[in-house]
């Protein structure tokens, strides 16, 4: 059974961006996300084919804001970069202009 919660966002970043070029596209995913569970959303939600996923964990981190310097706290994600088949995009990671 397929989990239709398994692709959270996309990760728009310097970084992210830069492997676009090369076919590689970068994905926030459910903590609980298996790579062959990732690869499968991803197919069927963008009619592309999938060649390889690599998945890693982003440890969230401390922050402080506003006026009284007020310490607040992100959660750490599961990001995964998914590799296409030459010549295959997303659409959702084009930049108007």
Do not use: H
Request: aromatic share 6%; glycine share 6%; charged share 30%.
């Amino acid at each position: 059974m397929l989990n239709l919660n398994v692709i959270i966002a996309p990760v728009i970043s310097e970084k992210s961006t830069k492997g676009i070029q090369e076919g590689k596209f970068t994905f926030k995913v459910a903590k609980t996300a298996t790579k062959r569970e990732i690869k499968k959303a991803i197919e069927n939600q963008f009619k592309v084919n999938v060649l390889k996923v690599k998945t890693s964990i982003v440890k969230g981190r401390q922050s402080r804001v506003g006026v009284r310097r007020m310490e607040v706290s992100q959660s750490s994600f599961k990001k995964a970069i998914v590799s296409l088949k030459k010549g295959q995009k997303i659409d959702i990671f084009e930049v108007a202009g």
